[in-house]
């Protein structure tokens, strides 16, 4: 890839583009396209989309589909761990400060004033709300079992009472997630049925088209050596994890609770009655 496809894939202004329509990417004489999305985020959200379907399914499931359930929620905790340090790192609508939801933001915004480009005030609620509850699903999830055969990694951390007030969250919390993503989903069936807006595009090419004079957040020195990071911390927390053991106890197509009768001590925090 050169180099100008990779600084336009981490939230470079797209120049080439910009010089197709005949103006250069600071004088925004006519539309210009900019990468809007950067390709980590990209990569982030459709990958959490796909796990996070994975959780819910087998999660409510259940039974010998566990396994998988703890497989996915890690897979959840990475990206999660790496959304965090890309909210610091990432390009410039990455950022969490970029798009932080200030009163004044707010204000702006449901007057009809705000002007940014990226997540717009009320959306960047919906995202840090989606991203924090997911936050605590995940965690919650970390320290519960579910009474049969499986457990979460960092269960045997915890007594029993604590272990069971966490699953009890962890159920809780998995209805108030669902709900919330089916808000996320009606949100953009409104901006794109209702108001014509082009949200899904970008989220899937990374491309949006400005209008002329429409200002944009540049790109902050994202490099390889952010992204690189940021994968590196995120790994080592699922790799962690997952070797602090406890996710899957019993084979599928084994009885459930004679095996975890005879499991070692600490594979499970599940009484055996
Ligand atoms: C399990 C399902 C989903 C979850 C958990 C989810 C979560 C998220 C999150 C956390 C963000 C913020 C991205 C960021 O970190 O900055 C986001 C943004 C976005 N998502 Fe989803 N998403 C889901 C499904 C979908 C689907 C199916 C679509 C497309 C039809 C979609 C389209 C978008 C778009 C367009 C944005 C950007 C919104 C904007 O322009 O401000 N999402 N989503
Ligand atoms: C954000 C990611 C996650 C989502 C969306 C999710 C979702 C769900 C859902 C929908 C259920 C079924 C709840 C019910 O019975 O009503 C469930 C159960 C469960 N999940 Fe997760 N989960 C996630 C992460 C995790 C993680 C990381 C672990 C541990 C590795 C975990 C461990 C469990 C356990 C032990 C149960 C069984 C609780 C019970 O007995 O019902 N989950 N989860």
């Known amino acids: ?15 080439g583009a910009a010089a197709d329509r005949g103006v250069s990417a600071s004088a925004s004489a006519s539309a210009w396209s900019v990468v809007l999305w950067d390709l980590p985020l ?24 566990m396994p998988w359930h703890g497989r996915a929620g890690l897979v959840i905790v990475g990206l999660l761990v790496f959304r965090a340090l890309w909210g610091v790192v990432g390009s410039a609508t990455s950022r969490f400060t970029q798009f932080a939801p200030t009163p004044a933001r707010l204000l702006a915004y449901l007057r009809g004033r705000w002007r940014g480009v990226g997540h717009n005030p009320l959306g960047a609620l919906s995202v840090f709300a989606l991203l924090g509850l997911l936050s605590l699903q995940a965690a919650t999830g970390l320290f519960g079992n579910d009474d049969i055969a499986f457990a979460g990694p960092l269960n045997r951390l915890v007594d029993d009472v604590a272990g069971a007030r966490a699953t009890g969250w962890h159920r809780w919390l998995a209805d108030g997630l669902i709900a919330l993503v089916a808000l996320h989903l009606l949100a953009i069936a409104f901006h794109v049925i209702v108001k014509r807006h082009r949200l899904v595009r ?12 429409r200002d944009w957040p ?14 590196a911390v995120a790994a080592t927390a699922v790799l962690a994890l997952a070797g602090a053991g406890g996710t899957p106890v019993a084979p599928a197509s084994a009885p459930a609770r004679p095996a975890l009768v005879a499991a070692p001590a600490g594979a499970a925090s599940t009484p055996a009655w």
Do not use: N
């Open 1 to 15: 890839m050169s180099s100008p496809d990779l600084s336009s894939d981490f939230g470079a202004v797209d120049r």
């Open 42 to 65: 990209r990569v982030f959200h459709w990958s959490l989309v796909a796990a996070v379907t994975v959780a819910v399914v087998t999660g409510e499931l259940g039974g010998a589909w």
């Open 202 to 213: 970008p989220m899937i090419t990374g491309r949006h088209t400005l209008e002329p004079g």
């Open 218 to 231: 540049r790109p902050r020195g994202v490099g390889r050596f952010g992204l690189l990071s940021a994968v």
